[in-house]
């Protein structure tokens, strides 16, 4: 997958209201993905979906115990994001241009 489609995926999970409502209940630490259904009032479905866009963005980090998921925000994934963020919004300067 190119450099651009990397970004876009990322860039995706954040352009959601209730994946942004899911990062913000994260904050708090690790939650059980039957926690978030009783917080968010949507199916197991429609969490599913929103957990795996934010999983495969690196954002969210999942882990299986028993029946359920738990989810947690990836320290590692924000650093990514933080470093990306800063690279596609690096203004370069134009060597062209010489003003003197």
């Known amino acids: 997958m190119d450099r651009q489609k990397k970004t876009a995926k990322i860039f995706k999970a954040f352009c959601d209201g209730q994946r942004l409502a899911i990062l913000e209940l994260l904050q708090d630490g690790e939650k059980c993905a039957c926690e978030l259904l009783e917080e968010l009032d949507i199916t197991q ?48 300067p134009d060597k062209t241009n010489n003003s003197s």
């Open 45 to 92: 479905s429609t969490l599913s979906h929103h957990m795996k866009i934010l999983c495969d963005s690196g954002i969210v980090a999942g882990r299986k115990d028993g029946k359920w998921m738990h989810y947690s925000i990836s320290e590692s994934g924000t650093e990514h994001v933080k470093i990306l963020i800063n690279e596609i919004t690096r203004v370069i």
